[in-house]
């Protein structure tokens, strides 16, 4: 049998893990006994086996536990026990009700786009774990309501590995992942397809690469962008360094980096390798940022005093100046890249908000 080259073994997210345990759990509930192993459809609309471990069910409760696989990626939560606890709600019919338990995190500030004081379980794998509850519930979630609790035993613990005490997530993780699937981000082979990608469109003899930081971006600018082949999108994740590298080397003309504000702040501060646990994002430059198009000094001393991306960005929107933001933020992206790489290749930024819809367009033309 063939070895698989260490670093290309892909995981689950935490989400993912999270809405198997639900669903098992529910299952339980309905059946009087957890399943041992529960089939989950995933954000992206794949199918995944899950094991399921210390399923159980008492009276109108189960649990069911999905421990996280994170595959080759170096992840603080790799074998984190995602664990649901489900009950019936009699008096709320039709409603799935999701909370977090002990070792998800709470959030205490602003600029996630998630209730302060609710659970730090992200729009996507709340949206997903719900799906997959009302799939398997049916007909009884007619007549009653069901409440999910999510928790994950140490998850204070892992979240002190974690940037989440800096964003105001205390006392646990994140849910995450948009996919369900994590790919190994941080590992030479993921480096090595970011290498490979831009290898192939150049073979291809494709003028234009279009980088994006991951799945949302990438599918947001082949919606702006549907002219240009398959080819040209290669998602670099967190290293812009080895794809703007590998851009120069096979002389590619045109550029196009498609991102939200965490990535592009830390591309335009100078960072190459943007990783969320390498270095925070510069709010004192998109206070600056926000001064320069006109935000009154109260926003931007709480700009600065932020630890969020998403907090500048929130306020500008409040302020009707959101996108007079976004094209100072790819302007300054476009002069920081300059100003390492010169004329050697033109460069266009696409900013989307975190559904993925279009805020702006700095540099270049339209088509490549």
């Known amino acids: 049998m063939e070895k698989r080259p260490k670093g290309t073994r892909k995981g689950f997210t935490t989400g993912a893990c999270a809405a198997a345990a639900a669903r098992a759990a529910v299952l339980g509930l309905m059946q009087g006994e957890v399943p041992d192993v529960v089939d989950c459809e995933l954000p992206n609309g794949q199918r995944v086996r899950f094991m399921v471990t210390e399923g159980w069910c008492r009276s109108a409760q189960s649990h069911a536990v999905v421990v996280k696989d994170a595959g080759d990626d170096p992840d603080v ?38 209730e302060v004081g609710g659970p730090a379980i992200n729009p996507v794998p709340r949206r997903n774990i719900e799906a997959n509850v009302r799939q398997v519930a049916g007909e009884p979630l007619q007549s009653q309501g069901v409440e999910i609790t999510i928790s994950v035993p140490g998850g204070e613990v892992m979240a002190k590995r974690t940037l989440n005490a800096r964003l105001g997530i205390i006392g646990g993780i994140s849910i995450l992942g948009t996919t369900g699937i994590v790919h190994p981000y941080s590992t030479a082979a993921f480096r090595a397809s970011v290498i490979q ?61 498609g991102g939200m504000v965490g990535k592009l702040t830390k591309i335009a501060q100078g960072e190459t390798i943007t990783h969320a646990n390498r270095n925070p994002v510069d709010t004192n430059l998109l206070a600056q940022l926000a001064q320069r198009v006109g935000a009154p000094e109260e926003v931007c001393m709480a700009i600065r005093s932020s630890e969020m991306a998403r907090f500048a ?56």
């Open 77 to 114: 939560t790799d074998k984190a026990p995602l664990t649901a606890d489900v009950r019936w709600l009699p008096e709320a019919p039709g409603q799935v009700s999701l909370r977090g338990g002990p070792g998800v995190g709470t959030v205490t500030m602003p600029g996630l786009g998630l």
């Open 313 to 368: 960005s929130e306020q500008m929107e409040a302020l009707g100046l959101i996108r007079e933001f976004y094209t100072a933020l790819g302007e300054q992206v476009i002069a920081t890249l300059k100003g390492r790489y010169g004329d050697q290749f033109a460069i266009q930024v696409r900013i989307c908000d975190f559904e993925g819809q279009p805020l702006a367009c700095i540099g270049g033309n339209d088509h490549g």
């Open 197 to 257: 990608g831009i290898d192939v469109a150049a073979n291809q003899g494709l003028e234009t690469v279009v980088l994006t930081t991951g799945g949302r971006t990438e599918k947001f600018v082949m919606n702006e962008l549907p002219d240009l082949p398959q080819a040209s999108f290669v998602q670099m994740g967190d290293f812009l360094k080895y794809a703007l590298d590998r851009v120069v080397k096979r002389k590619i003309r045109r550029v196009v980096i």
